[in-house]
């Protein structure tokens, strides 16, 4: 069974500042890893997703992830946040095989003050 | 190329009434998956259509059906609405069920009353 755990429900950083959101996975294969991004009102847009090229991930404005497999992590950051950040961020497993359900953490939703 | 369209945008029902909601999925995408999401919660998934066939549930009772056509447009009803089921449901289309193609669309926001 695949699951992800993201630690911190709400994270605050200034603007300007390191952003870094933390995920957690287990899965029993070979995973795929996701990070997606919620605006209010709105559906999922995809940040960056790992399917086991390289494990240094690079995705939309700005945001990048490290897959370590020693430490099951797939935390996303983005060197210095802007106001447009503001956004609830979910992590996302999925095994590499068969039919492929994707699991989602329980969000963490991020907070930019001016 | 089209993106996942999903209708209606929003919409109020009462406990026990039944509900259809529909998944026009991305050119190209011929599976489609729809999750729930509650608010404060991450999605979680119902089930997925391929060929228009079930291809796997997650933790839903019967209730909640879906139909996939042969556009690969899909269906999500779900009969007698209690008020957990308010939430935003989500659709996502892929190619062949490959989960890191995903494309969502921007959901339908039920509320039952």
């Known amino acids: 069974a695949q699951s992800v755990t993201q630690l911190g429900s709400h994270v605050s950083v200034s603007e300007g500042a390191l952003v870094l959101l933390r995920c957690n996975y287990s899965?029993?294969?070979?995973?795929?890893l996701f990070w997606y991004v919620q605006y209010p009102n709105q559906g999922l847009q995809l940040l960056l997703k790992?399917?086991?090229?390289?494990?240094l991930v690079k995705g939309i404005n700005g945001f990048e992830a490290e897959f370590k497999k020693s430490e099951t992590s797939f935390h996303l950051t983005k060197p210095s946040a802007h106001m447009s950040d503001a956004a609830e961020y979910f992590c996302?497993?999925?095994?590499?095989?068969?039919?492929?359900?994707?699991?989602f953490g329980t969000g963490t939703k991020l907070q930019v003050i001016p | 190329e089209t993106g996942v369209t999903q209708s209606p945008t929003h919409l109020i029902k009462t406990r026990g009434q039944q509900v259809t909601l529909r998944c026009s999925s991305q050119?190209?995408?011929?599976?489609v998956s729809w999750y729930q999401q509650a608010l404060g919660q991450g999605p979680q998934f119902i089930f997925q259509?391929?060929?228009?066939?079930?291809?796997g549930r997650g933790n839903f009772p019967p209730r909640f059906s879906g139909l996939q056509f042969p556009n690969y447009s899909s269906e999500l009803n779900v009969n007698a609405l209690e008020l957990d089921d308010s939430a935003l449901y989500l659709c996502?289309?892929?190619?062949?069920?490959?989960?890191?193609?995903?494309?969502f669309g921007s959901g339908t926001r039920l509320t039952v009353v």
């Open positions: 996502a289309s892929s190619l062949e069920g490959q989960a890191h193609g995903y494309t």
């Open positions: 899965s029993s294969v070979p995973p795929y």
């Open positions: 790992y399917t086991s090229a390289a494990t």
């Open positions: 996302a497993v999925s095994e590499s095989g068969g039919y492929q359900k994707v699991t």
């Open positions: 050119s190209g995408h011929n599976t």
């Open positions: 259509y391929y060929r228009e066939e079930e291809n």
